[in-house]
Nanobody, 115 residues
């Protein structure tokens, strides 16, 4: 079983930057995909970005060109670099890992974009 711990959320002004980290532990060898999802207030959880074991990435249209997902296999950590943040990026951000078709979620980290 995999455990995920996120960090790096907080309050930032519009056009600012944050970097989220997700450290994986446990049975990580079989992880295929890792990603970030977010849940804005009163809305459903949505995909932000994900990275596959071969390094392929995909992004939600709303964050393309502003967010970058990366993976450090030596540290078993996935990052989400968020630039040019907008108020509509405000949400709880969740790390996700997929192995053998099963999803594991982190506890979530709050990102608030406000002046």
């Amino acid at each position: 079983q995999v455990q995920l711990v996120e960090s790096g959320g907080g309050l930032v002004q519009p056009e600012g930057s944050l970097r989220l980290s997700c450290a994986a532990s446990g049975s990580i060898s079989s992880i295929n995909t890792m990603g970030w999802y977010r849940q804005p207030p009163r809305k459903q959880r949505e995909l932000v970005a994900r990275i596959f074991s071969g390094g392929t990435t995909n992004y939600a249209d709303s964050v393309k060109g502003r967010f970058t997902i990366s993976r450090d296999n030596a540290k078993n950590t996935v990052y989400l670099q968020m630039n040019s943040l907008k108020p509509e990026d405000t949400a709880v951000y969740y790390c996700n890992a997929v192995q053998a078709g099963l999803n594991t979620w982190g506890q979530g980290t709050q990102v608030t974009v406000s002046s």
